[in-house]
């Protein structure tokens, strides 16, 4: 295994499947998750140059219960409002005894980054609408913990794929899966990318999309990544494309539906989001484990 996590190609499916076992390990019967003091001569700053809730607060939790020192690097007062470059940042860091970098950023520098201080270990926690590879691995560890395995699944992603780092991860970790099959729905001009796609297919249509769907994963409107503003009746998109209650009576009664969040109640109704099909807040308790497993692999690599 290599010592970063840049992309989930880094993973083998053999490394991916035993990531996630490892996370479920770190899970208590009652919700919570075992705390164990593995690396207390570890520090990890986790670097967020674009916003974050989820996978901010998961990677610090994580690396708390794992013993580890955490600097919850402080982007917006520190000298990269200066000018400072994020290379400088991190081999100032790196000087300093910092050991992993947890970063997010809105462009392609983690792998340049990487080369640049080959003694840093780097986990991409959000690369632009590139890459989010520990999203890739907690919404597998939440489809396998619910399904059994991905094997034979109808897999339903709709929203705003083109701006989707969430998908693209996604797809490339299922790329080393068979799976039953895989269709992309959404708006026409935020799927552009997903039109003639070598994995699945577009269907525009959601109430056709979503037959037979085992797994529906909905995605926001990623509005901070378009170049203009975004001319839209919302509720002639929540017409076309919100995942509703009554929308899922058309998938398989077992259909479990999957969101990254942040949650707009545009790409999904508050009805839908609670009702018992819903696995959105496993996903985010998966969070904290998978990260657990993450650090405590490349910690130790
Ligand atoms: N939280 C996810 C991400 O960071 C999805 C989103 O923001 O819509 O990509």
Excluded: W
Excluded at 33 to 45: C, G, H, Q, S
């Amino acid at each position: 295994m290599s010592n970063n996590l840049l992309s989930i190609s880094d993973l083998t499916k053999k490394e991916t499947l035993d990531l996630i076992e490892f996370a479920s390990n770190f899970k208590n019967e009652d919700g919570s998750f075992r705390k164990e003091d593995l690396f207390p001569d570890k520090t990890v700053a986790n670097i967020f140059c674009e916003p974050s809730t989820r996978t901010k607060s998961s990677f610090e939790i994580a690396a708390r219960n794992l013993g580890c020192s955490v600097i919850d690097f402080d982007v917006a007062n520190s000298s990269i409002e200066k000018g400072e470059s994020i290379f400088e940042t991190v081999d100032a860091l790196s000087l300093m005894g910092v050991d992993l970098c947890v970063l997010r950023h809105p462009q392609s520098v983690i792998r340049d980054l990487a080369e640049y201080l080959p003694e840093m270990t780097f986990i991409n926690a959000g690369e632009g609408s590139i890459s989010h590879p520990t999203q890739a691995l907690i919404d597998l560890m939440t489809i396998i913990e619910k399904k059994g395995s991905i094997d034979d699944l109808n897999i339903l992603i709709v929203g705003d794929l083109d701006h989707s780092r969430v998908t693209s991860s996604f797809i490339e970790a299922i790329s080393n899966f068979s799976f039953g099959s895989l269709t992309f729905s959404g708006h026409p001009a935020m799927c552009s990318s997903y039109q003639e796609p070598a994995l699945g297919r577009y269907e525009p249509d959601l109430d056709l999309a979503i037959q037979e769907a085992d797994v529906i994963m909905t995605l926001r409107i990623q509005y901070e990544r378009f170049d203009k503003d975004l001319d839209l009746d919302l509720e002639e998109y929540k017409h076309s494309y919100q995942i509703t209650t009554e929308r899922l009576e058309m998938a398989k009664g077992d259909a479990i539906i999957m969101h990254p969040g942040p949650v707009n109640y545009i790409e999904i109704s508050e009805a839908a989001y609670q009702s018992e099909n819903s696995v959105i807040r496993d996903q985010i308790a998966n969070g904290v484990a998978i990260r657990m497993a993450v650090l405590s692999r490349f910690l130790s690599s």
